[in-house]
């Protein structure tokens, strides 16, 4: 089914159009929510509740980019409402312990790298993960995502500065990314790197 | 959206690594996501499962009809020898409401099985107390009358007015029987019609003033205006004017003058092998289905198993001591067999169990190893939590607790005793759904425990195995006691965390069952 004739069935709700539209872009949706959520019951949820939303406003999607990317741009706002109504951004972890704790590599199985860092952005705490997705990831503005959180723009480009410096601790400390970081940042291990 | 230009390398890369980043949602997820947007269509399993209550519901009431079960076995002894009815017994009585009249000379009701009136008051009343087509269906003729009845026009055609004839029930006990104000069906009943019974044709009549029913013999018709009846208290009296109030009049009653009503043999053990057929069913279930209630306290015994461990016990690992728990219930018995009884029921459960762990002031950074539905391949998943399961600020006692309701299906046997006394054993499988709980998993390094009730099995089975004494006394009442052991055949939590965790419960069962009548 192409992406016009799923498009023309969900607006007139057919349900095989908006179950073909749904079964393409969940995984993907599926992982963006879940690196928002504590966990993937909580990013289903989200996943849920933003397709619901595509579906009762696809008759406002007009055709001024891609489906998907009108589609993810619902799914974050959702997953962003989400964590503000049962205000997560209070939720935050002791990194510094954290990182020292660590991670004993022989109870982890090497995993596909794309997992790897998206967990590793979930080891953060859930203010800056937010902000590191809104603004790495899913390419906001610090300005855009200080109205969505109701924060200031400055304290976005603060949380995301720190996010940063803690996510390539993280990555260097799981031997995802290496030392010393190099004049346009920092160099991924050869695994991720080749990819 | 204003996209961020000066984007280093790391962040690209991690934009990158992101993207590509893939789950499967499960599949409730879409059948939610479709009830949502399609509220007026339920997932097929809704109506699915819809459609099998209705079918069980359906097998049910099929099963205890006791109207068609007593027209199926009627319809099977049309062509067999009859039985006389039980004279002591209470019978159905069947009575002519609609009948075929007409101002033509009639002929008598044995010949041709109608009877024959003239009077346009008599035939307004008639039509007043038409009963409902529902009893239509459910009455079984004999072959001669239905031969007659078949094709009759029900409605006014010049002098004529054809009713369709048909018999209805009433239940007589002696000559008289219980109040029929509360019953749906006997206040139907118009009374005033020549019924058969032991041969004989009967009126029975509606006294208002004291809401009872009670019958007369008819010997004949003689003239216009009278009725030669039997009275209420002298069957073979004569002379006795009806009660009508609104019902038929003897005034208005003509007939062919000293008519007499005959059956012929076939019509009168028709009727008498339908009386005695048609009785009420007796409840099978009377006497023997038994309401049961019982509780259960018991002490909660957990065994963890690391799926992918290379042997060693998880279970030195940990520091752990069982808890109490609690079973209620209640539910039906039912002997099938001498000394087997099946029962069902409804029950809850309380099941709790301890770990030992330590406080931290703030909570930590840890992983509990899930293995991926998709790749089967164990994985680590990031938690924070502030509960050591090594050394801490302050030690504390993790209940882990689930709350369960159960649909027990299983049997007793009864192993030795007497009527009252006995030993029985039992066992049943308990298809449970886990309500809540909370669940303190066990992180990927054994150091600390994750509080983490997303991973809980809300559907798990159990069995059960007791053995108890029972007592019953007298009035139908029974007490039991014994031991019990549950045992839980699923993990608590997801398949997907690597450490699995089954309970044993050990309980005292106490218990009462009364007979239901």
Redesign the interface.
């Known amino acids: 089914m192409t992406e016009e004739t799923m498009l023309n069935g969900c607006l007139e709700?057919n349900?095989a159009a908006?179950?073909a539209l749904?079964?393409r872009l969940?995984?993907?949706m599926?992982?963006v929510c879940?690196?928002f959520a504590k966990?993937?019951?909580?990013?289903?949820d989200m996943?849920?509740e933003g397709?619901?939303k595509v579906?009762?406003q696809i008759h406002q999607y007009r055709n001024e980019g891609a489906l998907e990317g009108w589609i993810r741009?619902i799914v974050v706002h959702t997953c962003i409402n989400i964590l503000k109504k049962n205000k997560k951004f209070s939720?935050s972890?002791?990194?510094n312990?954290?990182n020292g704790?660590g991670?004993?590599e022989e109870?982890?199985?090497s995993?596909?790298?794309?997992?790897q860092?998206?967990?590793c952005?979930?080891?953060l705490p859930v203010g800056y993960r937010t902000v590191l997705?809104l603004?790495?990831?899913e390419?906001?503005?610090h300005?855009?995502i200080g109205d969505m959180l109701d924060i200031e723009e400055s304290t976005s480009r603060s949380q995301y500065t720190r996010a940063?410096a803690m996510?390539?601790d993280i990555l260097i400390k799981k031997n995802i990314l290496l030392k010393p970081r190099t004049k346009?940042?920092?160099a991924?291990t050869g695994a991720?790197a080749s990819n | 959206?204003?996209?961020?230009l000066d984007?280093?390398?790391?962040?690209r890369?991690?934009?990158d690594?992101?993207?590509?980043?893939?789950?499967?949602?499960?599949k409730r997820?879409?059948h939610?996501?479709?009830n949502?947007?399609?509220p007026g269509?339920k997932w097929p399993s809704v109506a699915m499962s819809i459609t099998l209550i209705g079918i069980l519901l359906l097998t049910g009431y099929l099963n205890t009809d006791t109207k068609n079960a007593g027209k199926r076995f009627a319809s099977q002894n049309q062509h067999n020898e009859t039985k006389p009815a039980d004279p002591t017994t209470a019978i159905y009585i069947p009575l002519l409401d609609k009948i075929h009249f007409n101002n033509q000379p009639s002929k008598p009701y044995a010949n041709n099985s109608t009877l024959n009136f003239s009077g346009q008051s008599f035939i307004d009343n008639i039509e007043q107390q038409d009963m409902s087509s529902k009893s239509v269906n459910n009455l079984q003729e004999p072959p001669n009358l239905v031969k007659t009845l078949s094709g009759v026009n029900n409605k006014s055609n010049g002098d004529n007015l054809t009713h369709e004839r048909f018999i209805s029930l009433a239940k007589i006990e002696s000559t008289e029987i219980a109040p029929i104000k509360n019953d749906p069906d006997f206040k139907t009943i118009p009374a005033n019609r020549p019924a058969i019974f032991h041969n004989k044709v009967l009126i029975v009549s509606l006294d208002n003033s004291e809401n009872k029913i009670r019958h007369q013999n008819v010997n004949n018709v003689t003239s216009e205006k009278n009725i030669v009846t039997g009275s209420e208290t002298d069957l073979s009296a004569n002379d006795v004017t009806l009660k009508n109030k609104g019902l038929l009049s003897a005034e208005t009653i003509s007939t062919d003058k000293n008519e007499t009503l005959i059956l012929s043999d076939e019509e009168k053990a028709w009727v008498e092998n339908y009386a005695m057929y048609n009785r009420p069913a007796p409840k099978k279930w009377a006497g023997k289905l038994g309401w049961q209630m019982y509780f259960t306290p018991s002490v909660v015994y957990r065994q963890l198993k690391n799926t992918i461990s290379d042997g060693a016990d998880v279970n030195r690992d940990v520091a752990q001591h069982p808890s109490y728990g609690l079973e209620i219930g209640s539910g039906f018995t039912y002997p099938v067999l001498k000394g087997l009884r099946i029962r069902t029921g409804l029950q809850l459960n309380f099941t709790m169990y301890n770990s030992d762990a330590f406080t931290n002031s703030?909570?930590?950074?840890?992983?509990i190893?899930l293995v991926?539905s998709e790749?089967h391949?164990?994985?680590?998943?990031?938690r924070?939590t502030a509960y050591s399961n090594i050394d801490g600020i302050s030690a504390v006692k993790l209940h882990n607790e689930t709350f369960q309701i159960s649909l027990p299906v299983g049997m007793d046997l009864k192993i030795a005793g007497n009527e009252n006394l006995q030993w029985n054993i039992g066992a049943t499988i308990q298809p449970t759904y886990v309500m809540g709980g909370k669940s303190y998993l066990l992180s990927?390094?054994k150091?600390n425990y994750i509080k983490?009730t997303?991973l809980l099995n809300h559907w798990n089975v159990n069995a059960g195995f007791e053995t108890f004494v029972s007592y019953k006394t007298d009035k139908g009442i029974t007490f039991q006691f014994g031991p019990q052991f549950r045992k839980q055949l699923f993990t608590t939590n997801s398949k997907r965390y690597i450490i699995q965790e089954k309970l044993n419960n050990y309980g005292f069962k106490f218990g009462i069952t009364k007979l239901l009548k």
């Open positions: 709700n349900a908006q179950e749904y079964m969940s995984p993907k599926l992982g879940y690196r966990n993937r019951e909580d990013a289903e996943l849920q397709f619901i579906f009762a741009r939720d972890v002791d990194i312990y954290a704790i991670i004993r109870t982890i199985p995993i596909m790298q794309a997992k860092v998206v967990e952005i979930r080891l997705n603004y790495a990831v390419g906001y503005s300005k855009e940063k996510l390539e346009s940042g920092v991924l991720i | 959206m204003e996209r961020n984007i280093d390398s790391f962040e890369l991690l934009k690594r992101s993207d590509e980043f893939k789950m499967y949602p499960e997820v879409w939610s996501i479709y949502n947007i399609h269509r703030h909570p930590v950074a840890t992983t190893t991926s790749s391949q164990p994985y680590p998943a990031y924070s990927s390094d150091r983490e997303s």
